[in-house]
């Protein structure tokens, strides 16, 4: 089956370290998303990447860091330097950047404490 | 910069029937694309239904269908026959054709409809 995976779904880590979600794809897709969501709150942009070896801020992307080194896989990293790291993210794929679909995998919930 | 409102942070509907979910966006570009996500309690996002701004045809799928008014910036969803599985929040979202690049590609979200379906 086609598809998003992203793991772990739940993730702890202690104040001052950094970690790194994973988000792979299998659709072929070339364009990759990290959305950021808070209680109450629709989602938000943070990295997005167009292309393998490219990505692009979003709109919420201070303390967090991306690589796009393989097509299937955008890893995002949430530095120290995230002051409210604790949320819901969810990564998103669409075929291309100007397609307007884009899929979302089941999501991972960091808390830092 | 584009938002989109959702003024109903819950709703609910009693088992077959039907319900409307109201969203309302800004935008001053003329061509752009609409959609409904749905997240059920696992929290993963699913695309509902989409709908291009230069189609004056609603979008339909299955049991569920819009009532899109580009002149009012109105984009509601109308789910018909309401179904237990039917129970999530709801997001309305906008997106700009993305033609010129930089974070036009970006999803812009509402701040969600909670619906619950009463047996």
């Known amino acids: 089956d086609g598809g998003i995976t992203q793991s772990p779904k739940y993730l702890f880590r202690k104040e001052g370290q950094n970690v790194t979600l994973s988000c792979e794809q299998n659709l072929n897709h070339d364009a990759m998303y990290w959305y950021r969501q808070d209680p109450g709150q629709g989602l938000r942009l943070i990295y997005y990447s167009q292309i393998v070896n490219d990505f692009q801020k979003g709109d919420i992307a201070e303390g967090y860091s991306v690589s796009r080194e393989k097509k299937e896989s955008f890893p995002l990293t949430v530095t120290s330097a995230q002051k409210n790291p604790t949320a819901f993210y969810l990564c998103?794929?669409?075929?291309?950047?100007?397609?307007?679909?884009?899929?979302f995998g089941p999501g991972t919930r960091l808390t830092v404490t | 910069a584009q938002t989109v409102t959702q003024s109903q942070p819950e709703m609910s509907v009693q088992e077959a029937e039907t319900v409307t979910l109201s969203c309302t966006y800004d935008t001053s570009e003329s061509d752009y694309y609409l959609f409904w996500y749905k997240q059920p309690p696992s929290r993963q996002m699913i695309l509902v239904i989409r709908?291009?701004?230069?189609?004056?045809q609603n979008a339909t799928e299955n049991r569920f269908s819009v009532n899109f008014q580009k002149a009012a910036k109105s984009f509601s969803l109308k789910i018909s026959d309401s179904q237990l599985g039917d129970a999530a929040m709801y997001f309305c979202?906008?997106?700009?054709?993305?033609?010129?690049?930089?974070?036009?590609?970006?999803?812009?979200f509402g701040k969600g409809t909670l619906l619950t379906v009463n047996p």
């Open positions: 709908q291009e701004a230069y189609k004056q």
């Open positions: 979202a906008y997106r700009r054709p993305g033609l010129s690049g930089g974070s036009n590609y970006k999803l812009t």
């Open positions: 998103a794929s669409s075929i291309g950047a100007r397609v307007s679909e884009q899929y």
